[in-house]
């Protein structure tokens, strides 16, 4: 009998709980204030999304036209800086102290050489190898240049250090 009751009370706590969130709910929405503020909220949301589907559409496919590889040296090409990456990647994996990274090392300064020598500006540029060991005391190397003006007598001389670190790791599954 006893637990018979405490099932009927639990029964009413539940029913007296449902009605009051829906009492509140119908309260909500019944008011004048907050339908108006609902339906705006709907218009607001539907006007977002009629807006940015066009701007975003004409934002990703508005993207500049490919400059050919035949253009002036001055200009960056696409399609040169992909014939340098598909350069660079022919020798395989560049793991540290094998052939593929000196072979990638090489095209690197070479065609580092081939831009200087092609350089209308009167500039300096100066080409240093950093050599270091890392923990595992293997032996690595960076490549540093450094564009200055020669013409320029001060001792505080404004430059252009690049560094460039060309090494791949080899993934061991």
Known sequence: MKEKNIILLFGKIREKYL??????????????KYPKEFILWIILFICLIVIS?????????????V????IAF??????????YLI?????????SNTRGNFYARDFIIS?????CSMSKRDLQFEIDLQNFTN???????????RVSNPAT???????????AHYDSGLLIN
């Open 111 to 115: 065609k580092i050489e081939f831009i």
């Open 153 to 163: 007598t001060s001792k505080n001389v404004s430059s252009l250090m690049l560094s």
């Open 135 to 145: 923990s595992n005391h293997n032996q690595l190397q960076n490549i540093l240049i």
């Open 87 to 95: 350069n660079l990647t022919q020798y395989g994996p560049r793991v």
């Open 74 to 83: 001055d200009i960056f090409s696409e399609e040169r800086a992909r014939d």
């Open 53 to 65: 589907g066009p701007i975003s559409l004409h934002i990703s496919s508005s993207l500049p036209p």
């Open 67 to 70: 400059k050919r590889r035949n």
């Open 19 to 32: 009605f009051l969130k829906f009492h509140f709910f119908l309260r909500i929405f019944n008011s004048k």
